[in-house]
């Protein structure tokens, strides 16, 4: 799973920071995000936090007036993580201590994963 990019949005809709981590044109930003606010402003507190759009799963959350939005590609499911939960955990504990990230280099995070797959 991707991350492809990262809103924060007011709740007039208005973009406060994008951050975008493949390339899309300035016409094809602004519609995307322009879809994407107007679909999860749309949505209620009772309505969960995930949205499909386009090709993209949407995660998105509120902090007082702000809409933090998380786009990432959809083409893997949470059965990845269920299958490889020891996995997941490992790699939580590597980044994480004490709730305060202490590692954010993917290779030295995923190294030692690595080395236990070659070893098993």
Request: charged letters at 25%.
């Amino acid at each position: 799973m991707t991350i492809t990019f990262v809103l924060l949005v007011n709740r007039q809709g208005q973009t406060r920071l994008a951050q975008y981590y493949e390339y899309l044109s300035i016409e094809e930003r602004r519609a995307l995000e322009g879809e994407i606010v107007r679909k999860c402003l749309a949505r209620s507190d009772q309505q969960c936090s995930f949205v499909e759009h386009r090709n993209y799963k949407i995660i998105y959350r509120r902090y007082a007036s702000l809409f933090f939005l998380v786009g990432v590609d959809g083409d893997e499911c949470e059965l990845d993580i269920m299958f490889h939960l020891e996995k997941a955990h490992f790699m939580l504990e590597e980044m994480v201590m004490n709730g305060c990230i202490v590692e954010i280099n993917k290779q030295n995070i995923l190294t030692p994963i690595q080395l236990m797959d070659k070893s098993s």
